[in-house]
């Protein structure tokens, strides 16, 4: 999308170039961005995650290891909450691209985002890690009812409710088209249809992983459908007394 309005930019502007300033294209592109931080952003992060936890206790003597690789994922929630508190301002001013947030609201969201990163990051990563292939159906439930939850609650463009479908699995986000905003006489329409698609998709977040975390303890008790050792084993499974893996 951004290369096809950059050539049409170059090619058939005269004189001052001011296609990329028209509210439609900066409107489009903020949003395009953001769906990019809020769906590779998470995968990135589940894939950091998953690798560290396997091999922590292999690099037991690698103070290196210990530290760059904590950093770096810090670096990318970090910026990953910076996407999802930007996406939140813009969504409910109604995608007024001058609108200035008040600091406190944005401190206090921040926080609150940096929290939903962190554990649910941490969260989906022992599923990839101990459900294997399996985890794909939790995943596949998280994306029917966020699609479900966006299109009862948010009532606003298909595009939107597709793109909060996908961007809802890792972080309690969401896309509103202007139109649906700004057809209502109520200011407060953005900020109560977030807050209220937020809460849903949480609810359905913790319902979704107990479920997942009680299949995979029936997977691996009762099983052999998952089969672990040293190279593939959580460091939460690892008895660090006698520095030895537990078995399943």
Not at 3 to 21: A, Q
Not at 127 to 156: H, R, S, V, W
Request: aromatic content about 12%; overall charge positive.
């Amino acid at each position: 999308w951004h290369m096809c309005h950059l050539l049409r930019h170059m090619c058939t502007c005269k004189g001052p170039r001011t296609h990329f300033n028209k509210y439609g294209i900066l409107a489009r592109s903020k949003v395009l961005n953001s769906l990019a931080h809020l769906t590779k952003g998470p995968l990135q992060l589940v894939f950091q995650t998953s690798i560290l936890m396997i091999e922590w206790s292999q690099h037991d003597d690698d103070a290196v290891y210990h530290i760059s690789q904590p950093l770096v994922m810090a670096i990318n929630v970090l910026m990953l909450s910076k996407s999802q508190v930007d996406q939140f301002f813009f969504v409910v001013s109604g995608k007024d691209l001058n609108a200035v947030a008040p600091v406190r609201d944005t401190l206090n969201r921040y926080l609150t985002t940096l929290f939903h990163v962190v554990i649910r990051g941490f969260i989906i990563s022992l599923l990839a890690i101990y459900m294997k292939l399996y985890a794909l159906i939790p995943l596949a439930l998280l994306t029917i009812f966020n699609f479900l939850a966006a299109k009862l609650i948010l009532k606003t463009h298909i595009d939107k409710v597709i793109f909060t479908t996908f961007a809802a699995i890792a972080v309690p986000t969401c896309f509103i088209s202007r139109d649906t905003i700004l057809a209502s006489s109520d200011s407060t329409k953005g900020p109560r249809l977030w807050r209220k698609f937020a809460k849903t998709n949480s609810i359905i977040f913790f319902c979704t992983v107990l479920m997942a975390f009680v299949a995979t303890d029936i997977l691996l008790v009762m099983t052999d459908q998952l089969q672990f050792d040293e190279n593939n084993m959580a460091f939460t499974s690892y008895n660090w007394e006698k520095q030895v893996f537990h078995e399943y």
